[in-house]
Structures are given as C-alpha cells and as structure tokens.
C-alpha cells in the first residue's frame, strides 16, 4: 500500500457453483477493507485466503501476460489482475464478479475454454508453407519493417478470451469462429511466410466471417488494444478483394458499398436483390408486400440525398488511398 493511500470498504458479490455437490447458482457476499489502487486479483485471493479457501477461480502470472484470470467485473470482461478495486466501486458502489460468459462453468469462476480453443484450431493457426521450399533450416527469415507492420496489434494478443466472453455473435451462434480467432487468422493471411493467403480466405468466407455483428464489444474488453473488430473488418476487405462476391455476406457488403455512393442512402429492394439475386427477392416478395401495405414509402426508391457529390469526394479519395498501397 503506497504510505499516504486510504483504504475504502470493498463490497465483492461473488459468482459461486459447484455443480458437483448440487445448489443453485447463487452470489455469496464479502467486503474487505483494500487501498483503491488493489487489483481485483488481490481482493479475490485474500477472499480465498482468509474467509473462504472454497472459492475456486484461475490466475497466474498476476501481471496482465498469461491472460489466465479473465472474468465479467460489472458485467465487463476484464483481467482481474489489471482492474483496480476503487474505480469500480467509484463507478458501481460494489464490485460484482462473474464467469465468463459463452464458456460452460465447471465450478465458481473457472470456464471450461475448450469451445474457445476449438474455434481457434479450426483457423489452422500456424504457418501453412510451399514443400518445395521450405524455410532455410536453423536460419532467421527476414521481412521488412513495413511487412511487419501490417501485422498491426495481433502479436500482443494473449489469449485470454476476453473478447470471446464479450461477444454476442458466439452467444447467438455456433457456427462464429470469435474475434480472437479471426484476428489470429488475419495475423497468418498477412505474413508473407504463409502460402495459404487464398485458401484461408476462401475457406473463412464460408465458416462465420460474415456473422461479426459489427458491434465492437470485443475491442472494447481487448485488455491489449488488440482491436479485433478492426482486424475482421481487414479480413472481409481482403476477401473481397480477392474473390469478390462469392455469397451472402460478402455480396451484401459490396451491394451497401455501391448503394451508398449511388445514392448516399440504402434502397432496401436493390440491397436485396443485390444480396440474394432475383430467388432471393421472390422468396422476399410476400413481405415487402406486407411492408407496402402498411409504409410504402420504404418500397420505393430513395431520392439522392443531399451533398451527394461530397459523398462521391470521399469515394474516390478512398479509392486513390487504395491505389497508392497497392
């Protein structure tokens, strides 16, 4: 404790379960008297230590590196050995703490990550390299500054599934690989080393790519400025630029993309028709008739907004940028 720090009382709720001895799911209260800059961690463990030595959790490092001790403070997946007590109860007046969500609970605040990690091996997260020329044995490979670079804030990740807790699309669906996943992914499309820039944007264009809701949760629990919603959004660029529109989600993308600067507003029957093809818009047809009885001025096409033509400044500025990188 720094000499001139006051300690403040700490109320902890607590997450407890232990499905092996049967109960529900319940929160156990606690309150120590801790100096406001003290981890969360800290408070935990002195819980354990000297109240109740049955509260189960993970850590390790205790240094924001292992990533081991991640879990919902206020309902924000954060590393409980980086988050200090007196904000949170600044903010909340208590400090509540959960599991991480979209994980199994096996007992208290310990997840079972193995859907965490199966999602992350179907990334294929390692260098796939040419047989036929394989990387020169017990030597250094070289790259460049600027091809380092473009790995942007990947390499700090530490794997703490923070942004997979936080994520919604991994809640609402299976079949969403995660943010931490993706953006390992995207480290491996970039690396000049790996061979397989093409089939990894193929396979992934079908396999959830395009279930990211756009949200951003997971950059904002990223306890490293990973930003893995900036590196899926990289990854859906880079498979339209190397494939085009091969289904739904990447055809929607570009159809928004052509209606914006057309326009500078959607027309929602074009935005379908450009999606789905024609099928896709019969199939459609029963609702937009429901949608034209009741508002039919959202079925008819939009006029041109106004200042259109500083929309199209921004468009072809974007696309001179895109120009001069490649």
Known sequence: MFAD?????????????DPAHGGEPRYQHYELRLAPHTPILTGLLRIRDEMDPTLTLRYSCRSAICG?????????????????VGPEVKEHGRIVVDPMRNQPILRDLVVDQ??????????EPHLILDPKHPMPEGQTTAMSPAQVERFK???????????????????????????????????????????????????IQTEGLW??????????????????????????ELAVQAQGGTEAGSRHAIGFLHNIEERG???????VRQTSGIGGLAAS??????????????????????????????????????????
């Open 68 to 84: 081991s001790c991640a879990m919902l403070v206020n309902s924000k997946s954060r590393l409980a050995c980086h988050t200090p």
């Open 153 to 203: 804030e990947t390499p700090r990740c530490i794997s703490c599934a923070a942004c997979f807790s936080a994520c919604p699309a991994v809640e609402a669906d299976p079949a969403f690989p995660g943010p931490m996943a993706l953006a390992k992914l995207y480290r491996f499309v970039v690396d000049p080393r790996d061979t397989a820039q093409t089939h990894r944007l193929q396979k």
């Open 265 to 271: 507003t959607l027309n929602e029957l074009k935005l």
């Open 114 to 123: 193995q859907p965490f990690w199966s999602r992350y091996e179907k990334m």
């Open 285 to 326: 047809l029963p609702q937009g008739v429901r949608i034209w009885r009741k508002k039919p001025e959202l079925t008819q096409s939009p006029p041109p907004i106004e200042g259109l033509d500083q929309v199209k400044k921004i468009y072809s500025t974007l696309k001179d940028d895109k120009s001069e990188e490649s």
């Open 5 to 17: 720090e006051k300690l403040i009382t700490v109320p902890f709720d607590v997450y407890r379960y």
């Open 211 to 236: 279930l990211c809701l756009r949200c951003h949760l997971c950059t904002e629990a990223c306890p490293k400025d990973v930003r893995p919603s900036e590196r899926i959004r990289d990854l859906k």
